[in-house]
């Protein structure tokens, strides 16, 4: 059984579950963590229980876990009262990174104690990176002043993305550029990580780096399945 951790309102989840029912792919929301059924034992993840898909399940059932949740938000939990929303988020953030890392399967991507998507860097970081492994990159400029909007630099309209995923890369770019975004993603300890290109030739510079890969994308979506497979 492959897990999909994600937003109640992440449409792209749920269409990716929908579309993949017959891989057996479930969706877990921070929501579900409420269900009764839970059952944890340190040390002794084999008699641990989840709830999936509304059934009680063994935790040793689970073979694969993809996360596109940072942390669980206060606003996703309705169910809890208002004053207590803020607090109850923050204990199941802190479950999730704990519970995660105590699982044997593969994951997209396992969690650090401040992101449950892994290393949720910022762009200056993510610049930093590109170069150490050898990308293009463009000098990074911030002004910021009292009462004004701080506002991106444009990105260039011919710019390119490429998805890693494991060992593959899905794009329509110079081979150099795949290769340098599996670099990448090796030196942010992630195996699905979306890399932009100002564009797709081999001397292109580096514009940046998410965890949010779309896998609404055909191609994306049976990679996905294929390195849980």
């Known amino acids: 059984m492959l897990v999909l951790i994600a937003s109640k309102y992440d449409k792209t989840a749920r269409s990716f579950v929908e579309h993949s029912a017959t891989d057996g792919v479930t969706l877990l929301t921070p929501e579900n963590l409420s269900v009764v059924g839970w059952r944890h034992h340190l040390g002794n993840t084999q008699n641990s229980t989840a709830v999936l898909g509304g059934k009680i ?8 876990v993809l996360t596109r949740l940072p942390v669980v938000f206060p606003e996703e939990l309705f169910h809890i009262v208002p ?8 204990e199941m953030t802190a479950f999730l990174v704990f519970w995660l890392n105590t699982l ?6 396992k969690p650090t104690p401040t992101c449950l998507l892994g290393s949720n860097w910022r762009l200056p970081q ?4 590109a170069a150490q492994v050898g990308m293009f990159v463009r000098p990074l400029h911030q002004h910021i002043a ?9 990105t260039p ?9 494991g060992k593959r890369c899905i794009g329509e770019v110079n081979p150099t550029l795949a290769t340098q ?14 890399v ?11 514009i940046d780096a998410n965890l949010w890969a779309d896998i609404s994308q055909p191609a994306i979506a049976t990679a996905i399945l294929e390195y849980f497979d």
């Open 196 to 206: 932009q290109f100002s564009k797709a030739d081999a001397d292109a510079e580096f």
């Open 83 to 90: 004053d207590d929303r803020s607090y109850v988020a923050a």
């Open 181 to 194: 975004a599996r670099y990448l993603a090796d030196a942010a300890g992630v195996d699905l990580l979306s």
């Open 157 to 165: 309209e011919n710019s390119v993305t490429v998805t890693v995923v």
């Open 57 to 64: 399940i063994e935790v040793a059932q689970i073979t694969g």
């Open 126 to 129: 993510w610049i930093y990176a």
């Open 104 to 109: 044997k399967c593969r994951m997209l991507n």
């Open 146 to 154: 009292l009462g004004k909007e701080n506002l991106p630099e444009r």
